[in-house]
């Protein structure tokens, strides 16, 4: 369950859990296995987030210097992209060239897409699939040198197309090719079947020449602490609802009901209308009510849905883009409460929003507030951090982009010895790792 009134001792705090970037309308979500294995889901980095007087994250910087480092390079397990439009996949090739990045997670998608000559494919999704094609020759090569392809050549391509046998993919051995209906509990050539798994939905095979929002990979990710407690995350990518609804109808007919459980779920588009209002003959929007009962009686006690988007507006005209009003409306009636829905440019304020972290932790999943964050920066920012400090690296990731901003925005006068509060957050952060130098010991994802 995601609790809402819980004091979370810092010292106590575990390393496993997602992270919700504030990247505008946009995804970007970090899911942190353990303290070496981070997955990346989409990836939306903005250019003016460089600007300090903009709320967005520069969310390639923050993952850079939070990250675990292999061979002097920060280090992220997999880069899963949902489909090759540019608001998931922006900031991908400036992540490749900062990032180790152990394996890829992709679609047939853009396979299919490069050979039409009026697909319309961002310079981001382009370098993503050259990277992929890259990967497809290593791997190729290593397996028929009987070996298995390394780290940083890896790739996993999820979903079947009809044209698979026009592209070189189609060659790769069956252990790199996944479909709607397997779990995955291997990262990077690593186990973590006792802590993470994540459950395939889609894309579905019926879908493959679907526009390209409709090809989104879809996925249950369920993480698990030493003592059993689970928490499980839905990311829809950008579905809208005829598809969202065969997957309910899909895994509830074949008894897969646990599949759909949700702790936390990624409102699809942004918190888009067209996951529950579908146009009839006529033109008019009709509710679907379907989608939203199917999602309400797979929700967990205390569940949270998380907008990663622009502010939601009070109202919105006809042809507005995401998020829109009438779905907001939507999920605060499915869910417990207001505090139960999460728009990622909103929280906890629009005026400085910060990253929405979720940590399991002995209540399930647990939505930490922007004081835990702070407190959680400073603990592992010290030079001589404690061994129990260092399980809060999943917070700490989170809290770099707030160490960095808050550095970058406080006013020109130090603290004084004994100031206490944000002051206090903003001396130790910059007397470990400075305004805008990265840290000299690694003090993210993977701290020491």
Same mark, same amino acid.
């Given at each position: 369950?995601?609790?809402?009134?819980?004091?979370?001792?810092?010292?106590?705090?575990?390393?496993?859990?997602?992270?919700?970037?504030p990247?505008? *309308?946009?995804?970007?979500?970090?899911?942190?296995?353990?303290d070496?294995?981070?997955?990346?889901?989409?990836?939306?980095?903005?250019?003016?987030?460089?600007?300090?007087?903009?709320?967005e994250?520069?969310?390639?910087?923050?993952?850079?210097?939070?990250?675990?480092?292999?061979?002097?390079?920060?280090?992220?397990?997999?880069?899963?992209?949902?489909?090759?439009d540019?608001?998931?996949?922006?900031g991908?090739?400036?992540?490749?060239?900062?990032?180790?990045?152990?394996?890829?997670?992709?679609t047939?998608?853009?396979?299919?897409?490069?050979?039409?000559?009026?697909?319309?494919?961002?310079?981001?999704?382009?370098?993503?699939?050259?990277?992929?094609?890259?990967?497809?020759?290593? $791997?190729?090569?290593?397996?028929?040198e009987?070996?298995?392809p390394?780290?940083?050549?890896?790739?996993?391509?999820?979903?079947?197309?009809?044209?698979?046998?026009?592209?070189?993919?189609?060659?790769?051995p069956?252990?790199?090719?996944?479909?709607?209906?397997?779990?995955?509990?291997r990262?990077?050539?690593?186990?973590?079947?006792?802590?993470?798994?994540?459950?395939?939905?889609?894309?579905?095979?019926?879908?493959?020449?679907?526009?390209?929002?409709?090809?989104?990979?879809?996925?249950q990710? $369920?993480?698990?602490?030493? $003592?059993?407690?689970?928490?499980?995350?839905?990311?829809?990518?950008?579905l809208?609802?005829?598809?969202?609804?065969?997957?309910?109808?899909?895994?509830?007919?074949?008894?897969?009901?646990?599949?759909?459980?949700?702790?936390?779920?990624?409102?699809?588009?942004?918190?888009?209308?067209?996951?529950?209002?579908?146009?009839?003959?006529d033109?008019?929007?009709?509710?679907?009510?379907?989608?939203?009962?199917?999602?309400?009686?797979? !929700?967990?006690?205390?569940?949270?849905?998380v907008?990663?988007?622009?502010? @939601?507006? !009070?109202?919105?005209k006809?042809?507005?883009?995401?998020p829109?009003?009438?779905?907001k409306?939507?999920?605060?009636?499915?869910?417990?409460?207001?505090?139960?829905?999460?728009?990622?440019?909103e929280?906890?304020?629009?005026?400085?929003?910060?990253?929405?972290?979720?940590?399991?932790?002995?209540?399930?999943?647990?939505l930490?507030?922007?004081?835990?964050?702070?407190?959680?920066? @400073?603990?592992?920012?010290?030079k001589?951090?404690t061994?129990?400090?260092?399980?809060?690296?999943?917070?700490?990731?989170?809290?770099?982009?707030?160490?960095?901003?808050? #550095?970058?925005?406080?006013?020109?006068?130090?603290?004084?010895?004994?100031?206490?509060?944000?002051?206090?957050?903003?001396?130790a952060?910059?007397?470990?790792?400075?305004? #805008?130098?990265?840290?000299? *010991?690694? *003090?993210?994802?993977?701290?020491?």
């Amino acid at each position: 369950m995601v609790s809402r009134e819980v004091d979370v001792v810092v010292e106590d705090m575990p390393t496993r859990g997602v992270v919700f970037w504030p990247v505008g *309308t946009g995804d970007s979500t970090t899911v942190v296995v353990n303290d070496q294995i981070v997955m990346q889901v989409d990836i939306h980095d903005l250019l003016k987030a460089d600007d300090d007087d903009t709320p967005e994250v520069a969310v390639v910087d923050r993952l850079a210097e939070a990250l675990p480092v292999m061979d002097g390079m920060p280090y992220l397990a997999v880069f899963v992209l949902t489909h090759a439009d540019q608001d998931h996949c922006r900031g991908f090739a400036d992540l490749l060239a900062k990032v180790r990045i152990g394996e890829l997670w992709a679609t047939p998608r853009l396979w299919r897409e490069f050979e039409d000559p009026d697909a319309v494919i961002c310079d981001d999704a382009r370098a993503f699939q050259k990277e992929a094609e890259r990967r497809v020759a290593a $791997t190729e090569k290593a397996c028929a040198e009987g070996r298995a392809p390394q780290s940083g050549d890896r790739i996993l391509v999820i979903g079947y197309d009809t044209d698979h046998d026009k592209h070189a993919y189609d060659q790769l051995p069956d252990e790199y090719l996944a479909y709607p209906g397997e779990a995955i509990s291997r990262l990077d050539g690593v186990d973590c079947v006792a802590q993470f798994e994540a459950f395939l939905h889609a894309p579905f095979k019926d879908d493959c020449a679907a526009p390209r929002n409709e090809t989104s990979v879809a996925i249950q990710v $369920t993480l698990t602490d030493d $003592t059993g407690i689970t928490g499980r995350i839905l990311l829809f990518g950008d579905l809208a609802h005829d598809t969202i609804m065969k997957i309910f109808e899909y895994s509830e007919a074949h008894n897969r009901a646990g599949r759909l459980a949700w702790n936390v779920l990624l409102a699809p588009h942004h918190c888009s209308k067209k996951v529950m209002y579908v146009a009839d003959d006529d033109g008019v929007e009709q509710l679907k009510t379907d989608v939203l009962d199917a999602f309400e009686r797979n !929700a967990l006690p205390g569940a949270t849905v998380v907008s990663s988007s622009c502010p @939601v507006p !009070a109202s919105n005209k006809p042809g507005d883009n995401p998020p829109h009003a009438n779905a907001k409306a939507r999920y605060l009636e499915m869910v417990e409460g207001a505090d139960c829905f999460v728009c990622t440019m909103e929280w906890p304020n629009v005026d400085r929003p910060r990253p929405a972290v979720f940590m399991l932790a002995a209540d399930g999943l647990t939505l930490l507030d922007a004081a835990q964050i702070d407190e959680a920066a @400073v603990s592992l920012s010290v030079k001589k951090a404690t061994r129990s400090a260092r399980r809060l690296a999943l917070v700490a990731g989170a809290a770099a982009v707030i160490g960095q901003q808050v #550095a970058q925005r406080a006013s020109a006068a130090a603290p004084s010895p004994g100031s206490s509060g944000p002051a206090q957050v903003r001396e130790a952060i910059t007397q470990a790792r400075g305004n #805008a130098a990265v840290p000299a *010991t690694v *003090t993210g994802f993977g701290g020491q």
